[in-house]
């Protein structure tokens, strides 16, 4: 059987596990602060703990650390990309981004997707399997180590569909902002899904300080079936009250992402329904250039067109912006890196995603 990855579990279970075993409550949150504070990667360097007691966890739990396979530095702005191999082949990858305000990093929740939107990298090869919660937060950790700088923001905006593996990602969230470990804010992380609408309804019930990004890309259901087949699930209209209902439960200001494709989701009349049916709801859109996907022909709008269906939301009182691209030159985008390495591997004819 395999062993239980320690760095997942968050201090009332590690709390727990440390009772059973006969120890005493305050070890935990000794070895809670090795991993998630000095955020070792080895037994051997809990050096508080007797060789006796590192003995016994080893024998009962392993530590899944994350191996840098690959790490490309943009040129353009410092945005470094890295491919992680996260055992048995599995590759996974996160995203650092510099801004005046702090280090912000994207990380991935699953290694591949099942939601099979169409201009989506991540998605081409299904589902390899869910991240546990140490492994989401590993992913910074390690990217702290490499930089030797703090990492104040999150975003899961990385492969996978988090609400999709939602149990690990809540331990995730718990473990990340926990003053005994890397003590990160809620209010500094975002989460991003392509809006599974249960799931959005418990997310709002766990009343969390992070923000909730939504992937619309459409003003309606027509248009979003087309391009992600999680429309068929659930419709537009139930999505777009369940970010309502979030917003108001929550008092956070909802986001919707919205990335623009020629011809596809970036006409005027979309700018208009889009804000029509954004009315009434405490949100902020952020509209995104599409990274071109050469098999769907689907194409960036040129920055004039992104310009005006911005102009188009302001002026209905949405408020806009259009988010700034960072590490073009390195595959920055979505599950690109991890499709190009994995067709290397594997011998596979590349999905042919430009940026
Ligand atoms: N599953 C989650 C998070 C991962 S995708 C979600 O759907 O939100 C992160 C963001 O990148 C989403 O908004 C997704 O729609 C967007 N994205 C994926 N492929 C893209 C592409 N080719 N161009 C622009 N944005 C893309």
Redesign the pocket.
């Known amino acids: 059987m395999d062993k239980t990855d320690l760095r997942s579990l968050t201090l009332k279970e590690l709390t727990a596990e440390l009772e059973k075993m006969g120890e005493k409550q305050f070890r935990a949150k000794q070895i809670y602060g090795w991993l998630h504070q000095k955020q070792v990667t080895d037994f051997s360097e809990m050096t508080n703990l007797s060789k006796a007691l590192r003995e016994k966890l080893k024998e009962k739990y392993t530590i899944k650390n994350l191996k840098i396979v690959e790490k490309l530095i943009s040129k353009e702005d410092n945005t470094i990309k890295y491919l992680f191999d996260i055992g048995d082949n599995v590759v996974i990858e996160s995203v650092l981004m510099r801004y005046s305000y702090g280090n912000a990093v994207c990380i991935s929740?699953q290694a591949g997707?099942r939601?099979g939107?169409t201009?989506?990298?991540?998605t081409a090869d299904g589902l390899e399997r869910n991240l546990l919660a140490g492994e989401m937060a590993a992913q910074i950790y390690e990217i702290q180590k490499d930089i030797g700088e703090r990492v104040s923001n999150v975003v899961?905006?990385?492969?996978?569909?988090?609400l999709?593996n939602y149990d690990n990602v809540m331990d995730f969230l718990e473990i990340i902002h926990s003053g005994e470990g890397n003590n990160l804010s809620h209010r500094h992380i975002t989460l991003?899904?392509?809006?599974l609408v249960d799931k959005i309804y418990d997310l709002a019930r766990e009343n969390l300080q992070i923000t909730l990004?939504?992937?619309l890309?459409a003003p309606n259901n027509l248009i979003r079936q087309n391009t992600m087949p999680v429309a068929r699930r659930y419709d537009f209209d139930s999505l777009i009250k369940a970010a309502k209902d979030y917003a108001d439960s929550t008092k956070r200001r909802v986001t919707f992402?919205y990335?623009l494709i020629k011809g596809v989701n970036d006409s005027e009349e979309c700018a208009r329904e889009l804000a029509s049916k954004l009315r009434g709801i405490m949100c902020h859109v952020n509209l995104?250039?599409?990274?071109?996907?050469k098999e769907n022909n689907?194409i960036r709008s040129s920055e004039e067109n992104i310009k005006h269906f911005a102009g188009i939301l302001k002026s209905l009182g949405i408020e806009t912006t259009i988010r700034r691209k960072l590490g073009s030159d390195i595959n920055a985008?979505?599950?690109q890196l991890r499709k190009s390495y994995k067709d290397k591997v594997e011998g596979v004819e590349g999905l042919n995603?430009t940026l």
């Open positions: 929740s997707c939601m939107c201009f989506c990298a991540s899961i905006m990385g492969s996978g569909e988090p999709d991003s899904t392509c809006g990004a939504i992937s890309h992402e990335a995104i250039p599409v990274n071109d996907v689907y985008a979505c599950g995603l």
